[in-house]
């Protein structure tokens, strides 16, 4: 107990702990104007801020800005909202002839202080959505955003200072030690976006308290070509889908499975799309994003250096600068399965091209990798995507398409296994901070009386 005193978050902690119930017992009314204080932020006082933190960051552009980050946080508060006097009404449901007298309902209660432990990569998105949740669900919350994005951490340290009391919402920045010390108390529940490695920290410290966890992961998500996929549509969508923020999104392709017959043709696509999209001189384009940092950068460069030396052919880009933590977008075939590449989540613009002379062989190889986060199928037919969807396991798929399922919120979004645990967005992200408490209620004499002791033969019979 004293340990847990001595804590530099505990203060905190403890405020937060004794505001639950108040933040808990908050009706619609009252946690619609929450959602509205933070939606005006980020709609009109700090836009134009947001989209400068995010350029600083990550030269994030513009449109990617107002896309991938302002757009999906008003869209899942609108979401909320709209939704959020349903969610919260109790919900009635059947009650056995065996428990005649009485009714019976579930509720969705808060789960009460949270924690929130945010990535670089989509800092305001994936920081204020789980927290658009929390506050949905009438939870206080403690967030930690990542250090890697200093600039959009200060902004929204600043925003959430703004809007909220310390005792419901509290945003700390800080390095990983923030989050080791914050991992230590006994919080209801953590939702934490990151890799799969840190993910497992999390869930070990989340252990020792039996906090409940979600766990938004990464990992290599697969796209895969069959024989009738129109290349040029396909290879339109996976080039958009692969660079934007320079590769670094959870949902990214992250490689390529196509037909060995198809493999010139679709690259032939893929340029044409890269010079569309960037024009020949990428680095001067201000429609593609920097690595986050150099450690980063480095990374990504030791996997285009690791993949050459092993023997692999660089079809496209493949120039790096590590002054301005510039990545080519680049496309790389031929790999040895020892490659780096093939083993780890790329988070980058290299998109390596894989082949394979039968479906199943394509199957066996995505199967013979950790579960991953997204799997994309481009195909015509309808036999060979059923195929492909039933013989693996994924968080989610597009058919036809990439990444875009993350942005529907009626839909569940979040990994299986390695790539996650639990659900977030629209009601997923409202029930994933709640708990359903299951209530009955007694109206008149309950028959399970009848069955009470003192037991007699009677009743024994009764029981059967
Ligand atoms: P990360 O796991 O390194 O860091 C995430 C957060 O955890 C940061 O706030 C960081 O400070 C903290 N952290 C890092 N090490 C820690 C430790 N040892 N103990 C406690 N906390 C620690 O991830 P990242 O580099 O910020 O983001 C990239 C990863 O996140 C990729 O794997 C990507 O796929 C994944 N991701 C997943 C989603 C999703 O929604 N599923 C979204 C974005 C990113």
Redesign the pocket.
């Known amino acids: 107990m004293n340990d847990i005193k001595e804590n530099p978050y505990y203060q905190l902690f403890s405020k937060q702990k004794d505001n639950q119930f108040k933040v808990g017992k908050s009706t619609y009314n009252q946690r619609v104007k929450k959602l509205n204080a933070l939606q005006r932020a980020i709609e009109f006082t700090y836009r134009k801020q947001i989209i400068e933190a995010l350029h600083k960051d990550l030269n994030k552009p513009k449109v990617e800005a107002e896309l991938t980050e302002i757009y999906q946080i008003i869209g899942e508060i609108k979401y909320a909202k709209k939704h959020l006097r349903q969610w919260m009404r109790k919900q009635s449901v059947e009650t056995p002839l065996s428990m005649l007298g009485s009714g019976s309902y579930y509720v969705y209660e808060p789960k009460g202080v949270c924690l929130i ?6 800092p305001f998105n ?1 920081t204020f959505g789980p927290l658009v949740s929390a506050i949905a669900a009438g939870n206080t919350a403690i967030i ?5 994005t200093p600039n959009s951490s200060g902004l929204m340290a600043k925003i959430v200072a703004d809007i909220f009391p310390e005792d419901e919402v509290a945003l700390l920045e800080g ?2 030690e ?3 010390q914050l ?1 230590k108390l006994p919080f209801n529940h953590i939702f ?8 497992k ?2 869930m070990t410290a989340a252990a020792k308290h039996l906090a409940s966890v979600t766990l ?4 290599k998500s697969p796209t895969v070509l069959d024989k009738t996929a129109n290349l040029d549509t396909a290879a339109k969508k996976i080039i958009w889908g692969k660079y934007m923020n320079a590769g670094q ?3 990214s392709p992250d490689y390529v499975l196509i037909d060995e017959s198809l493999k010139e043709k679709f690259l032939k696509y893929c340029k044409k799309w890269l010079i569309h999209y960037y024009t020949e001189q990428p680095q001067n384009s201000e429609s593609y994003a920097r690595i986050v940092t150099d450690k ?1 950068f480095e990374r990504l460069n030791s996997h285009i250096e690791n993949a050459k030396t092993l023997g692999a052919t660089v079809e496209v880009g493949g120039k790096t600068e590590a002054d301005t933590k510039y990545i080519d977008p680049t496309i790389i075939s031929n790999i040895k399965e020892e490659a780096t590449l093939l083993h780890e ?1 790329i ?1 980058g613009p290299i998109l390596p091209i894989v082949t394979y002379n039968t479906l199943d062989e394509a199957i066996s190889y995505i199967n013979s990798k950790e579960r991953p ?1 997204a799997l994309y199928v481009y195909s015509k037919s309808k036999t060979n995507i059923k195929k492909v969807i039933q013989n693996t396991r994924a ?1 989610g798929t597009c058919i036809n398409n990439n990444i875009i399922h993350y942005a529907n919120h009626n839909l569940p ?3 299986t296994n390695n ?2 645990i639990g659900k ?1 967005h629209g009601f997923y992200g409202f029930e994933a901070f709640s708990n359903k408490r299951a209530v009955v209620k007694q109206h008149t004499f309950g028959i399970t009386e009848l069955l009470f002791p003192p037991y007699t033969n009677l009743k024994e019979k009764l029981a059967r």
């Open positions: 432990i945010s990535p670089w990569n989509f994936l930690k955003p990542s250090e890697m390095k990983v923030v989050s080791t991992l934490f976006t990151g890799s799969p490695n840190v993910g920290i999390v938004e992961l990464g990992g999104i959870c949902v980063h989540e988070f986060l968080g979004f979040g990994g790539s996650g977030s």
